[in-house]
């Protein structure tokens, strides 16, 4: 833009001039604060990453009842705080492939029944023992075992043998499985000192911290590990600070109290983005909000009564009004961009011609009832609500039945006929399809129950040529699109907020929010 | 005073059967509750191979009425028992929990029980007038709007705005008491508004209510100072319904803050509880409610007991 501006935003960059004296001067030069900020962090990423200091980051979802163990992690807290101490064999690469984490490097044989995952070279714990392939194989045992609770263990049922060879890990596999590489990046798999069989929630492992002060639910401090082997780790000390309600976690950014905080709800975020010295990061991710049918249950098991309800929803609207454009359509498939082989698919309209038509071969009468809450996805019961206006305009009545957010994900998702849901997403195709749509999936909450949908899944599985396998998911995602019980209206952005007091956010990352959760160790205090 | 030992002993009876009562209730209440502790912890993501090892592991499996008897049998010999969801010493947990409890309710009693009193004598001396109303206006105003949106306000103004004090209280043992009493200002300004109205307003009725009488009267025609009067001669002979209300409120700080405590995210029980009983850690659920029927129980007596002492009509019943 201007070299004077360039000149000084690499002043603040290299501490020269405090960042207050920039914007005073950047506007001076006539330049929004806005775009002056914008520019200032461009700046501070060039100049790199700066060591030391504390980042303070406000999370949601932690509870007082949550335990280290990462076999029983489920909140967005549970993750970033094992990003902390611990680290899995594998680990996605920003664009969504793999890198080495643990394992330096992994091969397969050539019909994908058997892995190899090499331990990388002189890596140590924090409790500064060895890292060995038996740690490794070890952590395998306890998530896939009889004894197991572990989040994982559904990942790892295929697992047929696992043992060591010198510094390999070599998993043998009932059926070949191209993703396994994948399966291993889940955060529950991290590895631990004898596979944390020991002691399970003691913290030690090869991440770039080591956790100095633990309240669970409350607060968390970690101080950098001086022996980790990777270049991520800038800050000295990251204290995490667990803040569930929305209101406060905005007001704890706002007010200067953290620098960075995940989950801004939608509906304020626009506000948020106009304050001063903060910015909004919306990143896109697989997490989708879904109306969910089960499809061998009257009235759902009817195609026709599932085909209207499919086109009397205004999927546009739902992104506009719940996610506050914050998000993407859906098209009735759990997969969109986010994932590695995504094809496209023609967009399903909003259609109350159609809908109507649909409805009236159905021979389906009276009201259908929906049952939602709060919890189910944030903003599920107005999502509701104008899945029932829409309806209307067809001529079908939607009887919305709204149920306590304590114990729905026991009474009512995965149980009742037809419900508000939200999933998360898993970072491959298979992962997805195999936890919720193949036949015999504990989670199959649609009841989707289609041989040659799973006999499809388990080929593409094996599958090591790219271009075949595309196809195959191609079809897969036509088939659930068409024939499950499955109404995807949105997928939901993560949705972050941090300060200009640091720098190194990038845009885009695949996985959870946060930067999969790696933000706190990627990004770096500037001032 | 033999009396009042006999009175005080069985006070304290009534009270443990109470408590025991109450067990019984909470355990009751979490059983109905739909969903166990094991489908809690793992949520979404349960198996049910992982629900049935989680389940066996908890002792979940046994009838409900042997779990009840054992926790008893435990408590007895005070054991509270060890957490369903975390496996870590509850009575160890809640220690520190309550203490954080204890220490806001605490900093907000001496601030707003005597500015209470004093505000509500100051409403009787200029009674009718414009202190006696805008003290009653100003107090009922703050107690009729919902806590938690004076929190957001307070929080909007005072920490976003004028960044005076932190909205997130999570107070930390590294803290100095200074640190402490500043990183807790808000939370305890709003609790002082919103248990301000009820004892001011008791104190105030109490007193006017006793200005009626005839030895008010004397000692206005003997020419002593209005104040002095309510003082010295009204307010002894109203304590016993003011105490009864500070005592209420004293409970209420203590168990009611639920609301302050997740708009501030402060550290205190009442996260605490509302966390376990999202997951039906049954054995911590029993704990945090038998304290807070202790503490309901406990304060209501020294409110009793104070008014016996306080009136010695009371202290021999007919």
């Given at each position: 833009m201007n070299e004077e501006l360039k000149f000084l935003s690499r002043q603040v960059a290299l501490g020269a001039i405090t960042r207050r004296k920039f914007l005073g001067r950047a506007g001076a030069l006539g330049v929004t604060a806005a775009a002056a900020n914008t520019m200032l962090a461009g700046a501070v990423h060039a100049e790199g990453p700066q060591k030391g200091g504390t980042l303070r980051i406000g999370l949601q979802g932690?509870?007082?009842?949550?335990?280290?163990?990462?076999?029983?992690a489920a909140n967005t807290t549970a993750v970033n705080l094992i990003r902390m101490w611990g680290e899995p064999l594998v680990e996605l690469t920003d664009d969504g492939g793999l890198q080495g984490k643990v394992a330096e490097s992994f091969e397969a044989s050539a019909d994908a029944t058997t892995w190899t995952f090499t331990i990388r070279k002189g890596i140590t714990f924090s409790n500064g023992q060895e890292v060995t392939a038996a740690d490794a194989a070890a952590m395998l045992d306890r998530h896939a075992g009889e004894e197991s609770k572990s989040g994982a263990l559904g990942l790892l049922r295929d697992i047929k043998n696992v043992s060591t060879n010198g510094r390999d890990v070599v998993i043998e596999l009932n059926n070949g499985n191209a993703d396994l590489p994948y399966l291993m990046s889940d955060y529950h798999l991290i590895v631990q000192p004898n596979g944390g069989k020991d002691a399970p929630d003691a913290a030690i492992g090869t991440g770039p911290y080591i956790m100095k002060e633990v309240d669970m639910g409350v607060r968390f401090v970690a101080e950098k590990n001086p022996n980790y082997w990777g270049d991520i780790g800038h800050v000295e000390t990251i204290e995490m600070l667990v803040i569930n309600d929305n209101t406060a976690r905005v007001a704890a950014l706002q007010s200067g109290q953290v620098d960075i905080i995940d989950r801004v709800p939608p509906r304020t975020a626009g506000l948020v983005a106009r304050a001063p010295g903060i910015t909004v990061a919306s990143t896109a991710g697989p997490g989708h909000y879904v109306f969910i049918a089960h499809v061998n249950t009257a009235p759902f098991d009817n195609p026709d009564l599932m085909m209207a309800l499919k086109y009397g929803i205004n999927r546009q609207e739902m992104v506009d009004k719940i996610l506050f454009g914050y998000g993407s359509v859906g098209n009735d498939s759990p997969i969109n961009a986010a994932y590695p082989m995504y094809s496209e698919m023609e967009q399903r309209e909003y259609d109350p011609e159609k809908a109507a038509e649909y409805f009236k071969k159905s021979g389906h009468e009276g009201p259908v009832l929906l049952r939602t809450s709060?919890?189910?996805?944030?903003?599920a019961p107005d999502a509701a609500a104008l899945f029932q206006q829409s309806l209307k305009a067809a001529g079908i009545e939607l009887e919305i039945k709204r149920e306590p957010n304590d114990g729905y994900w026991s009474e009512v998702w995965n149980n009742k006929p037809f419900c508000t849901s939200y999933w998360g997403g898993r970072s491959t195709q298979d992962q997805m399809f195999t936890t919720a749509y193949l036949s015999t999936a504990d989670w199959n909450d649609t009841r989707y129950k289609s041989e040659s949908f799973d006999k499809l899944l388990i080929a593409a599985r094996a599958e090591l040529d790219q271009d075949k396998r595309k196809a195959m998911y191609a079809d897969m995602g036509m088939m659930v699109r068409n024939e499950s019980g499955l109404i995807c209206p949105m997928f939901n952005d993560f949705v972050d907020a941090y300060t200009d007091k640091i720098g190194g956010w990038v845009e885009g990352v695949a996985g959870f929010s946060l930067m999969n959760g790696y933000a706190a160790q990627r990004m770096w205090v500037t001032g | 005073m033999s009396l009042l030992l006999k009175l005080l002993a069985q006070r304290i009876a009534l009270g443990l059967l109470l408590l025991f009562l109450v067990s019984i209730l909470i355990f009751a209440g979490t059983i109905i509750l739909p969903g166990d502790v094991a489908q809690q912890i793992l949520g979404?993501?349960?198996?049910p191979e992982a629900l049935a090892n989680l389940r066996r592991d908890l002792g979940l499996n046994d009838p409900p009425l042997q779990r009840y008897f054992s926790w008893l049998g435990g408590l007895l010999q005070g054991d509270l028992g060890t957490s369903l969801t975390s496996g870590k010493d509850i009575a160890e947990s809640i220690g520190k929990r309550l203490g954080n409890t204890l220490f806001l309710a605490f900093w907000a009693a001496i601030i707003s029980v005597p500015l209470a009193i004093l505000l509500g004598l100051i409403a009787v001396r200029y009674r009718e007038r414009w202190p006696d109303k805008l003290i009653s206006a100003v107090t009922l105003a703050s107690i009729s709007v919902p806590e938690f949106l004076i929190a957001y306000v307070a929080i909007f103004f005072v920490s976003v705005r004028l960044r005076w004090a932190p909205s997130v209280t999570t107070i930390n043992d590294g803290m100095s008491l200074g640190e402490k009493l500043h990183t807790i200002s808000l939370p305890i300004s709003v609790l002082t508004l919103v248990v301000l109205a009820h004892m001011m307003r008791m104190t105030r009725a109490a007193i006017l209510n006793v200005m009626q009488s005839a030895y008010i009267e004397t000692a206005e025609l003997k020419g002593l100072r209005m104040f002095t009067i309510i003082w010295k001669h009204a307010f002894p002979n109203s304590i016993a319904p003011v105490v009864n209300v500070v005592m209420l409120n004293l409970a209420y700080l203590v168990v009611g803050v639920v609301v302050i405590e997740v708009v501030f995210t402060y550290p205190g029980m009442g996260q605490f509880l509302v966390d376990h009983v999202s997951k039906r850690d049954i054995p911590v659920v029993q704990a945090c409610g038998l304290i807070f029927a202790a503490v309901y129980i406990g304060l209501n007596m020294v409110a009793d007991i104070v008014s016996i002492v306080a009136n010695p009509r009371l202290r021999h019943p007919k």
């Amino acid at each position: 833009m201007n070299e004077e501006l360039k000149f000084l935003s690499r002043q603040v960059a290299l501490g020269a001039i405090t960042r207050r004296k920039f914007l005073g001067r950047a506007g001076a030069l006539g330049v929004t604060a806005a775009a002056a900020n914008t520019m200032l962090a461009g700046a501070v990423h060039a100049e790199g990453p700066q060591k030391g200091g504390t980042l303070r980051i406000g999370l949601q979802g932690g509870s007082t009842t949550d335990s280290l163990d990462p076999a029983t992690a489920a909140n967005t807290t549970a993750v970033n705080l094992i990003r902390m101490w611990g680290e899995p064999l594998v680990e996605l690469t920003d664009d969504g492939g793999l890198q080495g984490k643990v394992a330096e490097s992994f091969e397969a044989s050539a019909d994908a029944t058997t892995w190899t995952f090499t331990i990388r070279k002189g890596i140590t714990f924090s409790n500064g023992q060895e890292v060995t392939a038996a740690d490794a194989a070890a952590m395998l045992d306890r998530h896939a075992g009889e004894e197991s609770k572990s989040g994982a263990l559904g990942l790892l049922r295929d697992i047929k043998n696992v043992s060591t060879n010198g510094r390999d890990v070599v998993i043998e596999l009932n059926n070949g499985n191209a993703d396994l590489p994948y399966l291993m990046s889940d955060y529950h798999l991290i590895v631990q000192p004898n596979g944390g069989k020991d002691a399970p929630d003691a913290a030690i492992g090869t991440g770039p911290y080591i956790m100095k002060e633990v309240d669970m639910g409350v607060r968390f401090v970690a101080e950098k590990n001086p022996n980790y082997w990777g270049d991520i780790g800038h800050v000295e000390t990251i204290e995490m600070l667990v803040i569930n309600d929305n209101t406060a976690r905005v007001a704890a950014l706002q007010s200067g109290q953290v620098d960075i905080i995940d989950r801004v709800p939608p509906r304020t975020a626009g506000l948020v983005a106009r304050a001063p010295g903060i910015t909004v990061a919306s990143t896109a991710g697989p997490g989708h909000y879904v109306f969910i049918a089960h499809v061998n249950t009257a009235p759902f098991d009817n195609p026709d009564l599932m085909m209207a309800l499919k086109y009397g929803i205004n999927r546009q609207e739902m992104v506009d009004k719940i996610l506050f454009g914050y998000g993407s359509v859906g098209n009735d498939s759990p997969i969109n961009a986010a994932y590695p082989m995504y094809s496209e698919m023609e967009q399903r309209e909003y259609d109350p011609e159609k809908a109507a038509e649909y409805f009236k071969k159905s021979g389906h009468e009276g009201p259908v009832l929906l049952r939602t809450s709060d919890n189910s996805f944030p903003g599920a019961p107005d999502a509701a609500a104008l899945f029932q206006q829409s309806l209307k305009a067809a001529g079908i009545e939607l009887e919305i039945k709204r149920e306590p957010n304590d114990g729905y994900w026991s009474e009512v998702w995965n149980n009742k006929p037809f419900c508000t849901s939200y999933w998360g997403g898993r970072s491959t195709q298979d992962q997805m399809f195999t936890t919720a749509y193949l036949s015999t999936a504990d989670w199959n909450d649609t009841r989707y129950k289609s041989e040659s949908f799973d006999k499809l899944l388990i080929a593409a599985r094996a599958e090591l040529d790219q271009d075949k396998r595309k196809a195959m998911y191609a079809d897969m995602g036509m088939m659930v699109r068409n024939e499950s019980g499955l109404i995807c209206p949105m997928f939901n952005d993560f949705v972050d907020a941090y300060t200009d007091k640091i720098g190194g956010w990038v845009e885009g990352v695949a996985g959870f929010s946060l930067m999969n959760g790696y933000a706190a160790q990627r990004m770096w205090v500037t001032g | 005073m033999s009396l009042l030992l006999k009175l005080l002993a069985q006070r304290i009876a009534l009270g443990l059967l109470l408590l025991f009562l109450v067990s019984i209730l909470i355990f009751a209440g979490t059983i109905i509750l739909p969903g166990d502790v094991a489908q809690q912890i793992l949520g979404q993501s349960a198996t049910p191979e992982a629900l049935a090892n989680l389940r066996r592991d908890l002792g979940l499996n046994d009838p409900p009425l042997q779990r009840y008897f054992s926790w008893l049998g435990g408590l007895l010999q005070g054991d509270l028992g060890t957490s369903l969801t975390s496996g870590k010493d509850i009575a160890e947990s809640i220690g520190k929990r309550l203490g954080n409890t204890l220490f806001l309710a605490f900093w907000a009693a001496i601030i707003s029980v005597p500015l209470a009193i004093l505000l509500g004598l100051i409403a009787v001396r200029y009674r009718e007038r414009w202190p006696d109303k805008l003290i009653s206006a100003v107090t009922l105003a703050s107690i009729s709007v919902p806590e938690f949106l004076i929190a957001y306000v307070a929080i909007f103004f005072v920490s976003v705005r004028l960044r005076w004090a932190p909205s997130v209280t999570t107070i930390n043992d590294g803290m100095s008491l200074g640190e402490k009493l500043h990183t807790i200002s808000l939370p305890i300004s709003v609790l002082t508004l919103v248990v301000l109205a009820h004892m001011m307003r008791m104190t105030r009725a109490a007193i006017l209510n006793v200005m009626q009488s005839a030895y008010i009267e004397t000692a206005e025609l003997k020419g002593l100072r209005m104040f002095t009067i309510i003082w010295k001669h009204a307010f002894p002979n109203s304590i016993a319904p003011v105490v009864n209300v500070v005592m209420l409120n004293l409970a209420y700080l203590v168990v009611g803050v639920v609301v302050i405590e997740v708009v501030f995210t402060y550290p205190g029980m009442g996260q605490f509880l509302v966390d376990h009983v999202s997951k039906r850690d049954i054995p911590v659920v029993q704990a945090c409610g038998l304290i807070f029927a202790a503490v309901y129980i406990g304060l209501n007596m020294v409110a009793d007991i104070v008014s016996i002492v306080a009136n010695p009509r009371l202290r021999h019943p007919k």
